[in-house]
């Protein structure tokens, strides 16, 4: 039965595609610049993302003008095993979706831009997509919500991005402003989920909304447990769209996913995040980013080793010298030596961990130079952590501070688990 089952999907997706490379592209008529879509092929106990669940989301789609918001991580799986990613085993959702004739009248571009080339930070301009022709509407420079007049002409929006599940991750506020957009306008949106590299605990301090912004847009904690799916269900739910008003909303689910499930992403998510191993450390690792301590931008080794100049140097047996380099043109600190440790072999984390924190802190030759700006707060989401690690309080101290929203968050989350 194992052996019919995945015929079917295959012979499914080539009769589509074959069908489809029989009509002309409407953004495209030089279909040799696209890059077929290849067969599916997945094991039986393969993660099958959302996206791959084709002939669940096409009619959906068919006849109707679609916008999608995707970066480079919107892929379709050919083999998704454990282990393998070769460049040719996925190829573009939306190179897929234009050779089986879906109508794609907009691409929306969040953070890092639809091909994933911007810096943390930087604006995205507006454009053209060089190899399908379709215009690119960015949701990182001057608007980070799409406006009404952005969305005019469209029957249906498809999302479908990584997510790594860290709330200072700028992605899932994308598309929380995607929903609320879309809902004011009476679009319908559709989710195709993906697994959480990270959904395996919840943990770290909840945000404040009085530190609402786009590195928190919600109440939740900095590590959430939750698919990109499963969320955008609590989004619509718990009326945190503006004025309590609902997206009209539909999820393509994973299969063969649990939340304890091993999952390696085979695109980088965000230019600084090149491995598992970076994306592991990156709830704690990602809090150096409001202080004025190096996080490994400008190495090779992003989220997986810290330090700065004013370390230290006698406290470490460790340095790097970051560099401007692709995913960080200013890196802090940049051409400058910073004393720090390696994290590169650290195993896989379970929780937030404010030990490198405190660390780096209580080694600083001056104190003042590690939280000085407001960023430590917005990407904290509370004014009280950085108080109590400038108070000396220990990790076990500051970690039982966060246990009674943990445990109302973790009730709330129960409601939109879509898996175990």
């Not at 669940?53 to 789609?61: A, H, Q, T, V």
């Not at 001057?142 to 599940?165: A, H």
């Not at 200072?168 to 957009?181: D, K, S």
């Not at 700006?373 to 076990?396: M, N, R």
Request: charged share 25%; net charge neutral; proline share 6%.
């Amino acid at each position: 039965m194992a052996f019919l089952s995945r015929f079917k999907n295959t012979f499914l997706l080539w009769l589509l595609i074959l069908t489809a490379c029989g009509n002309n592209l409407k953004k495209d008529k030089d279909s040799a610049a696209l890059e077929l879509p290849k067969t599916i092929e997945l094991q039986d106990s393969a993660i099958v993302a959302g996206a791959n669940s084709i002939e669940e989301y096409l009619p959906r789609l068919r006849g109707k003008k679609v916008g999608v918001v995707a970066n480079q991580t919107s892929i379709i799986f050919k083999n998704n095993s454990p282990g393998e990613s070769p460049s040719n085993a996925f190829t573009h959702l939306v190179d897929s979706l234009l050779l089986l004739n879906i109508d794609i009248e907009k691409v929306f571009a969040p953070e890092h831009g639809f091909r994933g080339m911007a810096d943390a930070g930087e604006h995205v301009k507006d454009g053209m997509d060089a190899k399908t022709g379709i215009p690119i509407i960015s949701l990182y420079g001057k608007n980070r919500k799409p406006t009404s007049s952005q969305l005019e002409g469209l029957d249906i929006v498809v999302f479908d991005i990584q997510d790594v599940g860290v709330r200072f991750y700028t992605y899932i506020a994308t598309l929380q402003l995607v929903m609320e957009a879309c809902a004011e306008k009476g679009i319908p949106v559709l989710v195709l989920d993906r697994p959480n590299p990270n959904g395996h605990y919840v943990d770290g301090p909840t945000m404040e909304i009085a530190h609402k912004g786009f590195l928190g847009l919600t109440p939740i904690p900095l590590v959430y447990g939750m698919t990109i799916g499963e969320y955008a269900n609590m989004i619509n739910n718990e009326g945190w769209l503006e004025k309590g008003i609902k997206a009209d909303l539909a999820v393509i689910p994973l299969r063969n996913y649990s939340h304890n499930s091993d999952y390696k992403i085979p695109v980088r998510p965000s230019p600084n995040l090149p491995n598992e191993v970076a994306i592991n450390l990156y709830p704690s690792l990602g809090l150096f980013e409001g202080t004025n301590i190096n996080a490994g931008r400008g190495t090779e080794s992003q989220f997986q080793r810290y330090g700065a100049p004013f370390l230290d140097s006698t406290a470490y047996d460790f340095s790097y010298v970051p560099k401007p380099n692709f995913g960080s043109k200013n890196p802090k600190h940049s051409e400058k030596k910073c004393f720090g440790k390696d994290l590169s072999s650290w195993p896989k984390m379970n929780e937030v961990s404010l030990q490198w924190l405190i660390d780096a802190y209580h080694n600083a030759s001056d104190k003042k130079l590690v939280f000085n700006s407001s960023g430590f707060t917005k990407h904290a989401g509370t004014e009280k952590l950085q108080q109590q690690i400038e108070a000396g309080l220990s990790e076990k101290e500051i970690r039982e501070s966060w246990q009674k929203d943990l445990d109302k968050f973790r009730k709330i989350r129960s409601k939109y688990l879509l898996y175990k």
